[in-house]
């Protein structure tokens, strides 16, 4: 007979990676297992009657891009584009969208829970949390949230 063992209980994540980037002069990331790519923004395709945080369509290897001025829809004002802006493309079945950003950082290692995460600004609904990574504050941004709200926005 064999021997009976305990079930393992699976322990929480601690950290997860993330990729930063800027907004507005703030620092922000979502983790990179909804990234596909990061690419130099191409000329912007004009979208009739599109939301206002619809900055264009791209063509990515043959499937065209919805690219969402992540941060005129987080409440900022649209920024012209600068050599450093870039759009992150994200890796989704359901989704043909990319978020332009002002600047991509790196990837970071951030803790998800914990003494290290405070809680988010109320005036922010898609910010879970915020972690002080060596004197920089990092908003994490509920990418989930996000998407849903957007979704909102084409039904």
Known sequence: MAEKTSA???????HRQMLSF???????????KYIL????????????RAPFFL??????????????????F???KEK????????IIIDSPEFNLG????????????????EMVQQPPEANPYISGVVNLGGRLFNIIDLEKLLKEIESYFS
Do not use: C, H, W
């Open 55 to 72: 900055r264009g369509a791209v063509n990515y290897r043959g499937k065209v891009i919805a690219v969402i001025d992540l941060g005129q």
């Open 37 to 48: 790519q990061v690419i130099e923004p191409p000329p912007f395709a004009f979208v009739p």
């Open 99 to 114: 978020f332009l950003v002002e600047r991509v950082e790196r990837i970071e290692t951030v803790p998800v829970f914990g």
């Open 74 to 76: 987080m409440g900022g």
């Open 22 to 32: 800027y907004l507005d002069r703030e620092l922000y990331g979502f983790e990179i």
């Open 80 to 87: 012209p584009l600068n050599p450093e802006s870039r759009i």
């Open 8 to 14: 393992q209980v699976p322990f929480p994540e601690r």
